[in-house]
T-cell receptor, first 111, second 113 residues
Framework: GQSLEQPSEVTAVEGAIVQINCTYQTSGFYGLSWYQQHDGGAPTFLSYNGLDGLEETGRFSSFLSRSDSYGYLLLQELQMKDSASYFCAVSHSGGYQKVTFGTGTKLQVIP | ETGVTQSPTHLIKTRGQQVTLRCSSQ?????VSWYQQALGQGPQFIFQ???????GRGNFPPRFSGLQFPNYSSELNVNALELDDSALYLC????????????FGPGTRLTVT
């Protein structure tokens, strides 16, 4: 089956940098995506990595190592509005299921 | 270009009843996936439709069924509702049936009493 692990909670200071790690086990791996979800809201797509390396989108970057089954989301210049839950998700061809989400990391940004 | 929309926003049903939730995908997106999200959990993949055919399914019983229509709209039907079906139901559309980059609707909050 598919499984993902990410920390349940992270606290960081406004203006700082935070890294949220994600390790996964899956078959037929296509890629790793990251989503942000504020309380009461819907997930919002942040980034996708299909190949090894770093993808940068503004203050957010995402990294993937397929050989290590590992990725991370890097948030720079943290702002209070970044307080939210962050989910990694693998898209895969293993079994008949297409996408598996992690349990989420709740990020709290403090002044 | 309009985003993903869902209806209704909230719904209260009684155990044993049936419910239909609706989603309108982003224009041009031929893939729609449905998810169930319990409080404090990640979205759980229910199924995916690609070009009006089921293209993937998670670990959900057959009483969860769906349809996708040519106009980019779709439905999630749940029969014989159980208390544990209470959750946020999300649909997400994408260009790619591999589900790499998905755009979510605001969700339908279903409460089963």
């Amino acid at each position: 089956g598919q499984s993902l692990e990410q920390p349940s909670e992270v606290t960081a200071v406004e203006g700082a940098i935070v890294q949220i790690n994600c390790t996964y086990q899956t078959s037929g791996f296509y890629g790793l995506s990251w989503y942000q979800q504020h309380d009461g809201g819907a997930p919002t797509f942040l980034s996708y990595n299909g190949l090894d390396g770093l993808e940068e989108t503004g203050r957010f970057s995402s990294f993937l190592s397929r050989s290590d089954s590992y990725g991370y989301l890097l948030l720079q210049e943290l702002q209070m509005k970044d307080s939210a839950s962050y989910f990694c998700a693998v898209s895969h061809s293993g079994g008949y299921q297409k996408v598996t989400f992690g349990t989420g990391t709740k990020l709290q940004v403090i002044p | 270009e309009t985003g993903v929309t869902q209806s209704p926003t909230h719904l209260i049903k009684t155990r044993g009843q049936q419910v239909t939730l609706r989603c309108s995908s982003q224009s041009g997106h031929n893939t729609v996936s449905w998810y169930q999200q319990a409080l404090g959990q990640g979205p759980q993949f229910i199924f995916q439709y690609y070009r009006e055919e089921e293209n993937g399914r998670g670990n959900f019983p057959p009483r969860f069924s769906g349809l996708q229509f040519p106009n980019y709209s779709s439905e999630l039907n749940v029969n014989a509702l159980e208390l544990d079906d209470s959750a946020l139901y999300l649909c997400a559309s994408s260009l790619d049936p591999r589900g790499n980059e998905q755009y979510f609707g605001p969700g339908t909050r279903l409460t089963v009493t």
